[in-house]
């Protein structure tokens, strides 16, 4: 596979690196101008129409070789602002992001000034100004100190897979259409006439802006054309105002016109909301006829080849701005676009095309953070398409990660999906699990497994701070068995305030920031006549995500073996040395870390372990449901959650110091896998993973002497094979050596391009914080020796 790309395509993304990215005010001015303007409409109609305010105003530009074109800001890789979800981190933070720790951004004086202008109009009207009004104590305290996480109080939902297809079949002005005959179709004697109008009405208005914000970027790049001096150039851009002034109004005939009718339907909503993980899903299947049609009449494939790459360098100029908080659980900026190729069709054949070895080829050409590429592998998975996948992940860049066809479908059709949408299915952000039609918290929020522990062991009582966070459960166990009972009534309290807070913060969603433009694209709404915020959705899933369950089974694993089978040391010698950070018991430590079984060596001691805290925290999950009408999915996966949490968290019976990070995902604590990946392998998928059907993330690391190796891809591949065997529901490597990961860390400026797989999503290395820098330094440096 080669790794040159296109000229063209070498100056975009060449022009992107170089770009520095800086926080844009102009949305923010504009929904603030919009919102005043229309202060007594009903607030789905206000929103629609603070977008279509956005998409008539907001500076638009072409960039020099541009063949797909539009953006989400007035410059390139430059983040909105998004008053109406948070300005609380406005007044605190503003000065502070070019020099902050996790995912800095430049801001100017004049942006300053902006953003502050607007503060007083939105004081007491935002999102998160509800959800502090809203949320019940224990979840305040939950959140403050590390029980759980990022529960999207201050942001949109995203994480969604939204139906391109339909966009390509059918254009803005046929959806319309559709919205037109659901409001000729309403009983105004009905009760809930009003709602389900209000809401047709504002699909209908952003269908209009929509098609509007298209044809501005028509008409700009006609007023280039007429500038241009350079003809081939001068040809290009009269093509761009054609295919604008055709897409995404009308249903798509060609290759261009389908890509950029999807770029068009993606971009709106990262510019209607701030939420993560808005997915563009299996574009190698909903793509491939308009690739098909254009190679029968003739396209070179080189030409389809360089505008499916011009496409590729968009998905990474999309980013967001955070505050501190979420910046820390999301270092790196993971947008989360995820791009899934092959995998089984709804009939249960396998869905590998051309497109599907294109779509590797431009992974290979560009090497990106986005979007974020994954390979659904399943028993019939061809081997040349295997082999071309795991090419890729040898070039360095984490992508593609695997999911696994044959435990996800399982999976989906236990929650009540039919098996032929199931096969069909998407991951969205990082690799939650989800099929179109679907509207939901993917993401539910982080809780946290040590802290839990924590709780346990110290009668419900935090150890760093004291502050009751939990159950009092007691701190006397005379059997371990007791103990993990204790943990249990914990584990279902903790669960218990996450749903809370997931519930509440739906539910500001739902009164405050309805989503017009998602909704159009999400099957159910117009039928229903109702926003994804308000059921609108055919499924509406919680995801909550476990986080730690690597620390706390070896956690456990320790205090079982030394404290209760060996009596080497007692329970109350444990708890004093976590308080103290193990300051002065330096022997005992290394006693917990040695002389105990670890989770990820295919031990079933410490592995059954894991097995009880994972089926226990999926048997409370499952205990609840949501305001829109459906039901809790767990997860087991941390973004980079595992390192703030961690920062939270005091230290725990593995040997693991206070307020350093605990395992992430359903990996093994880091280091700790040392039997080899199979061997990590096998305890992973001890666990239930057909129950984690909201994700599941497992981080392997590989020695670059496997690719040295004459049959080092080839191993890869047949490790993968086994994967899917053994009933495996996520992978991804890293293939780097400790010592390149130190000297980038010495030394940044000389490994700028360096990109590391983080959790689920991939990043540059130097722009990470130290702490999760040195959590993938910490992990195993596997082979297959």
């Known amino acids: 596979m080669s790794k040159r790309t296109f000229p063209r395509v070498e100056r975009l993304r060449d022009s992107l690196l170089a770009t520095e990215s800086e926080i844009c005010h102009e949305r923010a001015l504009i929904v603030t101008e919009s919102y005043q303007e229309n202060e007594g409409l009903p607030v789905v109609i206000k929103r629609a129409k603070a977008l279509a305010k956005v998409l008539a105003e907001m500076t638009i530009f072409i960039h020099p070789d541009e063949l797909i074109v539009g953006h989400q800001s007035s410059k390139r890789r430059s983040p909105p602002v998004f008053p109406e979800m948070c300005v609380e981190w406005i007044e605190r933070e503003l000065d502070e992001f070019e020099t902050r720790k996790h995912n800095r951004l430049k801001v100017s004086e004049e942006t300053k000034k902006a953003l502050r202008s607007i503060l007083p109009y939105w004081k007491g009207r935002t999102v998160y100004d509800r959800f502090l009004t809203m949320r019940p104590a224990p979840v305040a305290r939950a959140v403050s100190f590390g029980l759980i996480a990022n529960t999207h109080e201050k942001n949109a939902l995203g994480h969604v897979a939204l139906n391109y297809k339909k966009v390509l079949e059918m254009g803005f002005r046929g959806i319309k259409r559709e919205i037109d005959d659901a409001l000729s179709k309403l009983n105004i004697a009905s009760p809930d006439y009003l709602p389900r109008y209000e809401f047709l009405h ?13 044809e501005r970027y028509a008409k700009l790049a006609r007023e280039l ?21 055709r897409v995404p109004a009308n249903p798509a005939r060609t290759f261009h016109e389908a890509l950029q009718s999807l770029w068009f339907a993606h971009l709106i909503p990262w510019i209607e909301d701030n939420g993560y993980s808005i997915t563009p899903g299996r574009i190698d299947q909903y793509l491939y006829p308009y690739y098909k049609a254009d190679r029968e009449r003739g396209a070179p494939k080189e030409e389809l080849q360089e505008l499916l790459e011009c496409l590729w360098i968009k998905f990474s100029e999309v980013l967001r701005v955070d505050d501190k908080a979420v910046a820390e659980i999301s270092s790196g900026y993971p947008l989360g676009q995820n791009v899934a190729l092959g995998g089984l069709l709804p009939d249960g054949t396998d869905g590998t095309n051309e497109l599907s070895f294109m779509c590797l080829e431009a992974q290979a050409h560009i090497r990106l953070l986005q979007p974020n590429l994954t390979v659904r592998l399943h028993a019939g998975t061809p081997d040349d398409f295997l082999k071309a996948a795991v090419q890729v992940i040898s070039l360095g860049n984490g992508m593609p990660q695997l999911l696994n066809d044959e435990i996800i479908i399982p999976s989906l059709v236990r929650r009540g999906i039919p098996v032929e949408e199931a096969r069909d299915y998407i991951p969205v952000g990082c690799d939650e699990i989800t099929v179109e039609g679907t509207w939901g918290r993917c993401n539910g929020g ?58 509440i913060t739906d539910q ?8 017009p433009t998602v909704s159009l694209l999400v099957s159910g709404c117009i039928e229903k006549g109702r926003d994804v915020t308000g059921g609108g959705a055919r499924y509406n899933f919680t995801g909550p995500v476990g986080v730690g369950s690597g620390t706390v089974g070896d956690s456990l694993a320790a205090i079982k073996k030394l404290v209760y089978e060996e009596g080497a040391v007692s329970l109350d010698d444990i708890i004093q040395a976590i308080r103290q950070n193990f300051i002065g018991h330096e022997p005992l430590r290394q006693m917990l870390i040695n002389r105990a079984p670890k989770f990820g060596c295919d031990v079933d001691y410490v592995d059954d372990l894991v097995i009880e805290i994972t089926d226990s925290f999926f048997d409370q999950v499952e205990k609840h449901t949501n305001p829109r009408g459906g039901a809790f999915i767990p997860a087991l996966y941390s973004v980079t959650a595992q390192a703030g949490l961690g920062r939270l968290s005091a230290a725990t019976p593995d040997g693991r ?41 497992f981080n392997l690391r590989f020695s670059p002497s496997v690719l040295s190796e004459e049959d080092g891809l080839d191993k890869i591949a047949q490790f993968l094979r086994t994967f899917v065997d053994l009933g495996g529901f996520h992978i991804q490597f890293n293939i780097i050596s400790t010592e390149t990961l130190k000297e980038a860390q010495q030394n940044p400026e000389a490994h700028r391009g360096l990109v590391v797989r983080v959790a689920g999503y991939s990043a540059f290395f130097v722009e990470l914080c130290k702490e999760v820098q040195d959590s993938i330094i910490a992990r195993t440096e596997q082979s297959f020796a």
């Open 202 to 214: 504002a699909a209908s208005i952003v269908c209009d802006a929509i098609i509007g914000f298209a």
């Open 225 to 245: 054309a007429a500038r241009e001096a350079d003809p081939t150039r001068k040809q290009e851009l009269l093509q761009i105002g054609e295919v604008c002034a």
């Open 446 to 503: 982080y809780l946290n497994f040590a802290k839990v522990l924590e709780l346990t062991l110290n009668n419900g009582r935090c150890l760093l701070t004291g502050e009751k966070l939990g159950l009092e459960t007691g701190d006397r166990f005379g059997t371990f068995a007791e103990l993990m009972a204790a943990y249990h009534r914990q584990l279902e309290h903790a669960v218990g305030i996450q749903a809370a807070a997931a519930n």
């Open 508 to 515: 500001i969603h739902a009164e405050l920031a309805p989503c």
């Open 657 to 697: 110091r206070e307020r350093t990070p605990l395992s992430d995902g359903i990996s093994p604590s880091n280091g700790m896998d040392l039997a080899g990946p199979t061997a990590a392998l096998k305890s992973v998928c001890k666990v239930d993973l057909v129950r984690a059907t909201n994700g599941v993330i």
